[in-house]
């Protein structure tokens, strides 16, 4: 009733309105009859009074509020499309956009900016924490006669050192900044990869080895987004990979008497890595991710040896320098779980050359222990495997 009221202020009904009696007509009438009653007596007969002239309000386009004729504003509409006044424009993101990673680009992400400043200062970055466990199997070691420190033939080359599998676990985490650029630090170890063997001379005589192995590694990645879909990044990197290897002959109970020789090596590379990071497939409860990366390094290794034979045991320990390279390449299927926590499952592979490895120590001929020591650097290794693990985002 109180809205009808302050209709009959504004409106002029046809003149119908300016009997008073107009009012006490509508207070009795059942409400039920109402609608029927101005269809039909005033449909045609709506007229505009002076007071509801159109300049007098702003028009609203969309909501239903209720007109306030005292501040002649619009009450209750939650459009910002109002008479007199431009809408708002949406934000537009950067050409470049963020597809895979975390965040949107924005104007901070243009250069001269730089990337330290974006990751410090950017309000819209986020971090992610991977944790995974990596179950790795190395390759053989490359053909080498292991007894040339013996005047024996037909004993095994080091290539029948078939390792088994090795576990371990690589840890992760990100700072992705709203441009959808990121740092990264990484951090892995892998052990214990061994191998044995055990090879009769045909005789009483019994020829053991055993080939132990280890790997670990520190990264520390810059990561820049070009694409939606791609990442370039690039950073310093630490690789370690140790060798111990143990071969023993023993030529029969009587007499007790056997050699043997131990070497091992510590092969410490530092260097820089570059690469890039896609992904490949995306759908709603699945994506797929690719990495590759790879840097030139410098290696410093060291040999240990000792080696007990009928002149005595004789130790030695000797450092060198060299080049070597590592590579890196693999592809993980992610499932999401939950709105920020993922499972990851995928295939890893390094490849490693330029190493001082114990197998490639052994010189073709007799051993000869006054002989100077001299480090082979030629070997390599490929590592390959499956990764397993969770991530986690906020």
Not at 89 to 95: A, S
Not at 206 to 215: E, T, V, W
Not at 320 to 348: C, K, Q
């Amino acid at each position: 009733m109180v809205s009808i009221m302050r209709m009959t202020k504004r409106l002029s009904l046809g003149g119908i309105l300016s009997n008073g009696m107009v009012l006490v007509a509508i207070a009795a009438m059942p409400w039920a009859d109402l609608p029927k009653v101005i269809a039909e007596n005033f449909e045609d007969s709506f007229v505009m009074g002076p007071e509801m002239a159109t300049d007098q309000f702003p028009a609203a386009s969309a909501g239903d509020g209720v007109i306030d004729s005292n501040a002649g504003e619009v009450v209750g509409i939650e459009s910002n499309e109002v008479a007199g006044y431009e809408p708002c424009e949406p934000c537009e993101p950067c050409d470049i956009g963020n597809g895979m990673w975390s965040g949107q680009r924005c104007d901070a992400c243009d250069p001269p900016y730089g990337m330290v400043n974006r990751l410090i200062d950017n309000k819209k970055a986020c971090w992610t924490v991977r944790t995974e466990s990596l179950l790795l199997w190395r390759n053989a070691p490359r053909s080498r006669e292991m007894s040339s420190f013996i005047p024996i033939t037909g004993l095994p080359s080091a290539d029948v050192l078939n390792s088994q599998g090795a576990a371990g676990p690589r840890f992760s985490i990100f700072r992705t900044d709203g441009c959808g650029d990121a740092i990264e630090a990484t951090y892995f170890r892998v052990a214990n990869w061994r191998a044995q063997n055990a090879t009769s001379d045909g005789g009483a005589g019994l020829f053991l080895s055993n080939l132990g192995s280890a790997a670990q590694s520190f990264e520390l990645n810059g990561r820049m987004t070009i694409h939606p879909l791609f990442q370039l990044l690039g950073g310093f990197r630490w690789f370690q990979w140790q060798e111990n290897l143990l071969v023993n002959y023993q030529p029969g109970p009587v007499p007790p008497v056997s050699d043997s020789v131990y070497l091992g090596t510590i092969n410490d590379l530092y260097g820089y890595q570059i690469g890039f990071d896609s992904l490949l497939l995306s759908t709603n409860w699945m994506r797929v991710e690719a990495i590759m990366k790879g840097g030139a390094y410098y290696n410093r290794n060291r040999l240990a040896s000792t080696v007990s034979t009928g002149l005595g045991p004789i130790q030695a320990t000797v450092g060198a320098d060299s080049a070597a390279f590592v590579g890196e390449l693999g592809m993980t299927g992610v499932i999401p779980l939950s709105r920020n926590i993922d499972f990851r499952v995928g295939y890893l592979a390094f490849w490693l050359d330029g190493l001082a490895q114990p197998t490639n120590q052994f010189r073709s001929g007799q051993y000869d222990p006054l002989a100077p020591i001299v480090v082979d650097t030629t070997g390599g290794t490929v590592l390959q495997g499956l990764t397993l693990g969770l991530e986690g985002r906020w």
